[in-house]
């Protein structure tokens, strides 16, 4: 797509105004009901797919498919990724009210993050044509190690690990032995010290950008368009606060998601390897667009349909 800088700066302000949005309605610490999560879920989902529908009339099948399958698969690893989220919630123990405080910054941060990552992977991809080799072979590493976390139990029997250099931050500065509100900062003996309100925040902020090494070279396997990667990336993380609140309970009920999940990336990798070999003059088939969207679509709705029905069996 020919993508004008007006139309980029109306799409970020538009994007800054709906975050705008979310953080003052959300602004005020409470427990969100399922009622409150369902209804912003669906105006999120809503909103991503009037933007798809307007690529569709405006810029034609191609962006318009490509925007839908790119924010389908982001979508969906956002809802893996949400496992990793209840972890860190229950590691520091997490008020209920401040949940949706930490989550509304988190996904502000993976945002930021996203933009950083979608930039330097469109410049990579400019300059070195190759690096799609890169990309195919570690979504496909990505894949199989997604199968094998799942055959050794999944996410129920992981705890979250602080990694290196969020202890080293916590020992530089100190932390609070309680939370404060939803302060990040507090005096404690005449020091001011982290609150670990803070310090969830800085967690769930290094983990974005663990989770953005997989999702970026995945969506670039489906489109190389940076406005359509940027876009279908921020529809996808805008949601992801009320979808956290509504498919808590259900994220336990998705025992094949992992595989379903590895299904996809490793069918993007084997793309972004077929996409590399052609651009390197051999003549292999490539995979379009309208057959990517089908294979996610069915690979979701199988992999939802499987663990709901395994569910059901091993409580019967």
Same mark, same amino acid.
């Given at each position: 797509?020919?993508?004008?800088?007006?139309?980029?700066?109306?799409?970020?302000?538009?994007?800054?105004?709906?975050?705008?949005?979310?953080?003052? !309605?959300?602004?005020?610490?409470?427990?969100?009901?399922? $009622?409150?999560?369902?209804?912003?879920? @669906?105006?999120?989902?809503?909103?991503?797919? &009037?933007?798809?529908?307007?690529?569709?009339? #405006?810029? /034609?099948?191609?962006?318009? /498919?490509?925007? #839908?399958?790119?924010?389908?698969?982001?979508?969906?690893?956002?809802?893996?990724?949400?496992?990793?989220?209840?972890?860190?919630?229950? %590691?520091?123990?997490?008020?209920?009210?401040?949940?949706? $405080?930490?989550?509304?910054?988190?996904?502000?941060?993976?945002?930021?993050?996203?933009?950083?990552?979608?930039?330097?992977?469109? @410049?990579?991809?400019?300059?070195?044509?190759?690096?799609?080799?890169?990309?195919? @072979?570690?979504?496909?590493?990505?894949?199989?190690?997604?199968?094998?976390?799942?055959?050794?139990? /999944?996410?129920?029997?992981?705890?979250?690990?602080?990694?290196?250099?969020?202890?080293?931050?916590?020992?530089?500065?100190?932390?609070?032995?309680?939370?404060?509100?939803?302060?990040?900062?507090?005096?404690?003996?005449?020091?001011?010290?982290?609150?670990?309100? &803070?310090? !969830?925040?800085?967690? *769930?902020? #290094?983990?974005?950008?663990?989770?953005? &090494?997989?999702?970026?070279?995945?969506?670039?396997?489906?489109?190389?368009?940076?406005?359509?990667?940027?876009?279908?990336?921020?529809?996808?993380?805008?949601?992801? $606060?009320?979808?956290? #609140?509504?498919?808590?309970?259900?994220? %336990?009920?998705?025992?094949?998601?992992?595989?379903?999940?590895?299904?996809?990336?490793?069918? *993007?990798? !084997?793309?972004?390897?077929?996409?590399? &070999?052609?651009?390197?003059?051999?003549?292999?088939?490539? *995979?379009? *667009?309208?057959?990517?969207?089908?294979?996610?679509?069915?690979?979701?709705?199988?992999?939802?349909?499987?663990?709901?029905?395994?569910?059901?069996?091993?409580?019967?």
């Amino acid at each position: 797509m020919n993508v004008t800088l007006s139309v980029w700066l109306l799409t970020v302000a538009g994007l800054c105004v709906l975050v705008a949005a979310d953080f003052f !309605v959300g602004r005020k610490p409470h427990d969100v009901s399922l $009622r409150e999560a369902g209804i912003w879920t @669906a105006v999120w989902v809503v909103l991503a797919c &009037l933007f798809g529908v307007g690529l569709l009339v #405006f810029g /034609g099948g191609g962006p318009g /498919g490509e925007f #839908f399958a790119g924010y389908l698969t982001e979508k969906s690893l956002s809802v893996d990724n949400l496992f990793v989220f209840v972890l860190i919630m229950a %590691k520091f123990s997490v008020p209920s009210q401040y949940q949706q $405080r930490v989550l509304m910054v988190g996904v502000l941060v993976a945002l930021v993050l996203r933009a950083a990552f979608i930039a330097a992977g469109a @410049a990579i991809i400019t300059a070195f044509s190759w690096v799609f080799y890169l990309f195919g @072979a570690f979504l496909i590493w990505t894949a199989w190690k997604l199968i094998q976390d799942a055959r050794k139990g /999944g996410h129920e029997q992981e705890e979250y690990e602080e990694n290196k250099l969020l202890k080293s931050i916590e020992r530089r500065f100190g932390v609070a032995d309680r939370y404060h509100g939803t302060r990040l900062w507090a005096e404690e003996n005449g020091r001011r010290v982290m609150t670990p309100m &803070l310090v !969830v925040m800085l967690a *769930i902020g #290094f983990t974005d950008i663990l989770f953005a &090494l997989d999702s970026i070279p995945a969506i670039y396997g489906l489109t190389q368009d940076p406005y359509i990667v940027f876009t279908a990336n921020a529809f996808a993380l805008m949601g992801l $606060r009320q979808l956290y #609140f509504l498919i808590g309970g259900l994220l %336990k009920k998705l025992v094949h998601l992992s595989y379903g999940l590895s299904v996809i990336l490793g069918f *993007i990798g !084997v793309k972004l390897v077929l996409h590399a &070999l052609h651009e390197s003059g051999v003549h292999v088939p490539e *995979i379009g *667009i309208p057959f990517s969207l089908g294979f996610i679509v069915l690979v979701l709705a199988v992999t939802t349909a499987t663990s709901l029905w395994a569910t059901r069996q091993e409580r019967a």
